[in-house]
């Protein structure tokens, strides 16, 4: 699709955020003609974004007790297919059952799949086994759905660099240290440039804070309350591609429970648990070690498998801050016009979500954006082809 170039707003959006939501917003609203600035304290994808398992979903994962995450998931799936081409490893995942109970389960994880727009289709334990020959040898059938992988930095980067080449202005080590508060509406930003230590103000029409488990933290500073619940979770990566589709536990979401190919690499993922602070995470050993216990059900080979490297990243799960695990919250996401919700005007919040839903979350906002400001611009990241993300450093 060519892209239509609207005409130009008298309106500048700043977007507080680099990540992967953040790039796509920058994207979009150029599209619309919004003159844009984005700042990141790191660099661009360092935060969240930077740190999954490079999962592109299908939905199946959330088919059974998150309906709308399933379905946001498998929608966004064909989309980013069209609008970042050559991207995504086109390896389809299996959901393996290994016990009884795994069997029992598998009807409703079914019926759930099909329910949700998901294409699923049963396999038999021999050929799971023809398909993926490491996986255990005990496990009893599997079903198959249209997982890929991708990395999970360059599938971003390519909506940086479209808006980058559309003229929004990216500055990463940039920290926001206040925002501009005026009789409760917010006027802009300081920042603090963190290469020479220069402060300064940038002055917008609007504020979107994009910064996923950090989105609490700079809500305060406009007297707003955003109910994020940072949930991190331990990511293990060991030498040797013990498989080529991704493979998933079949049963409750749980630990451990999924294994992604990644080049020469297989990333296990992952545990669970909440935080006050996305930024004092840790990567606990036993989290490690039970990757390597829980991944070993589906590929025995995983036990003994030499450990490239364990992270951790804080998923921005919206929800109650009671929740014991994080994993009872919905992976779905929520755009919040603070005027509605805390009588402060100028000042959007985008959180929760997932890398598949990166796209998504900024059509949403942006359509936010376009109402607050009076603006009639439709969408156009639905077809629009993005740059390759070598196009971001190009420039």
């Known amino acids: ?28 609203l150029v599209l619309r003609g919004f003159r844009v600035t984005l700042v990141e304290r790191g660099e661009v994808t360092s935060g969240t974004t930077g740190r999954h398992h490079g999962l592109l979903h299908s939905g199946a994962r959330y088919a059974v007790k998150d309906r709308e995450s399933a379905v946001e998931c498998i929608e966004e799936r064909r989309i980013l297919g069209r609008v970042c081409p050559g991207t995504f490893e086109e390896n389809d995942g299996l959901f393996v059952a290994i016990t009884d109970e795994d069997v029992a389960y598998e009807p409703l994880f079914f019926e759930s799949c099909l329910a949700s727009g998901i294409p699923a289709r049963r396999v038999s334990r021999a050929e799971a086994l023809r398909l993926e020959p490491n996986l255990n040898p005990e496990l009893k059938m599997a079903v198959q759905v249209p997982d890929a992988t991708m990395d999970a930095m360059r599938m971003p980067l390519r909506f940086f660099a479209t808006a980058k080449a559309g003229g929004a202005v990216i500055r990463p080590w940039t920290a926001v240290t206040e925002l501009l508060v005026t009789d409760r509406v917010v ?13 300064e ?25 955003v109910p994020i619940r940072p949930s991190p979770g331990v990511i293990l990566a060991v030498r040797g591609r013990w498989c080529n589709m991704v493979i998933n536990h079949l049963h409750a979401s749980g630990d451990g429970d999924i294994i992604v190919p990644q080049r020469g690499l297989s990333v296990v993922g992952t545990s669970s648990w909440v935080v006050e602070d996305p930024d004092d995470l840790g990567v606990p050993e036993d989290h490690v070690e039970r990757m390597y216990v829980e991944g070993a059900k589906m590929i025995p080979a995983i036990r003994h498998a030499e450990r490239r490297a364990a992270w ?7 929800g109650s801050r009671d929740a014991d695990s994080g994993r ?39 359509d936010v954006i376009c109402r607050k400001m009076g603006v009639d611009a439709p969408c156009q990241t639905r077809e629009v082809v993005t740059l390759p993300h070598t196009a971001y450093y190009a420039a």
């Not at 006027?187 to 402060?199: I, K, P, Q, T, W």
């Not at 951790?312 to 919206?318: E, K, Q």
């Not at 919700?341 to 959007?348: A, R, S």
Request: some cysteine; hydrophobic content about 40%; aromatic content about 4%.
């Open 201 to 225: 103000e940038i002055r917008a029409d609007l504020v979107v804070n994009a910064t996923g488990p950090w989105a609490g933290q700079v809500a305060v500073m406009a007297g707003c309350d």
């Open 328 to 366: 009872e919250l919905s992976r779905t996401f929520k755009c919040f016009d603070h005027r509605e919700t805390d009588g402060v005007e100028g000042f959007v919040t985008i959180s929760g979500g997932k890398g598949t839903t990166l796209r998504a979350m900024a059509e949403t906002t942006a």
């Open 1 to 28: 699709m060519t892209i239509t170039r609207l005409p130009r707003q008298p309106y500048h959006v700043l977007v507080v955020g680099g990540g992967g939501t953040g790039g796509a917003l920058a994207h979009d």
């Open 187 to 199: 006027g802009g930003a300081r920042v603090r440039d963190l290469a020479n230590g220069v402060e």
């Open 312 to 318: 951790s990243a804080a998923r921005p799960l919206i």
